[in-house]
């Protein structure tokens, strides 16, 4: 494993910003921060909270956890209106599904336990299993993060799942978009060597913005060549891959070990 000495690397994350660019660079890596994404934490949107009450009221019979953030971020709010207790209370009583080990862990944190638990650390996985539970008549809630899941949410409408959709966080784009119309520069004139990325939507901005400029296809062409894009899975690459950009994804969907394949893949 080499150092990423002169190496220059973007860092597109809001979220735990600080210490992904403090680990690449105590590597020695150059980082530029450029924020695609701004997320938007919802404890007073009525939304979340008509969907709370909804849960609390009729309870559920399943809850899809698809990220331990979300999950904390949900029963936050909860704890903010002083419905915490009783909402713990209702999901206790229900089988509980999560994406991988970040939501089991959030889930185990509150004190419940879940039913399963997707070893493959994605949605797919989740959703199958759930489906396959069996959701017909079901109250099934899904806590959403950042953005809709429509190709999940709308399988388990279809089989006939009574569906409650919670979504403590939303994301937007940020209010000085400057560091990413300089990251879109600098990918194109070759400035930066790595672009790094934590979430999906933060992938999607990335190409969005380019197309809005007129240079997606500079871009893409510069994605394909010489700057590498690396993803902490594949569902944050999702976006890239259907573009058809190639991505280096570590084997654990973590950021550590994001930072040592990105050490091990441009290291000196």
Not at 30 to 41: D, E, S, Y
Not at 150 to 155: D, G, L, M, Q
Request: glycine share 10%.
């Amino acid at each position: 494993m080499g150092d990423l000495t002169g190496v220059t690397i973007a860092v597109t994350a809001e979220r735990r910003a600080e210490e992904f660019i403090g680990a690449l660079e105590r590597n020695g890596a150059v980082v530029r921060h450029a924020p695609l994404i701004h997320i938007v934490p919802l404890p007073d949107d009525t939304m979340l909270r008509a969907a709370t009450e909804n849960v609390l009221a009729e309870g559920i019979d399943a809850l899809a956890v698809t990220t331990g953030a979300g999950f904390r971020g949900w029963l936050e709010a909860a704890e903010g209106w002083g419905l915490s207790d009783r909402l713990l209370e209702v999901l206790s009583r229900a089988r509980i599904f999560t994406r991988g080990p970040k939501g089991k862990g959030a889930v185990r944190g509150s004190g419940l336990t879940e039913y399963w638990s997707a070893p493959e650390e994605s949605n797919r996985q989740l959703f199958r299993h759930l489906l396959e539970s069996g959701v017909a008549g079901k109250r099934v809630a899904v806590q959403l993060h950042g953005s809709p899941l429509t190709e999940f949410t709308s399988a388990l409408a279809d089989a006939d799942a009574r569906l409650v959709e919670v979504q403590p966080y939303r994301w937007e784009w940020p209010a000085d978009l400057a560091p990413a119309n300089e990251l879109v520069d600098g990918v194109i004139e070759r400035k930066v060597r790595a672009v790094a990325f934590t979430s999906a939507p933060a992938s999607a901005n990335l190409l969005s913005l380019a197309r809005e400029r007129g240079a997606y296809d500079e871009l893409l062409g510069a994605l394909k060549g010489d700057v590498v894009c690396a993803c902490v899975g594949p569902v944050t690459a999702g976006p890239l891959t259907a573009a058809g950009v190639p991505t280096l994804q570590p084997e654990r969907q973590r950021l550590g070990a994001l930072v040592k394949l990105l050490v091990a893949e441009l290291g000196a």
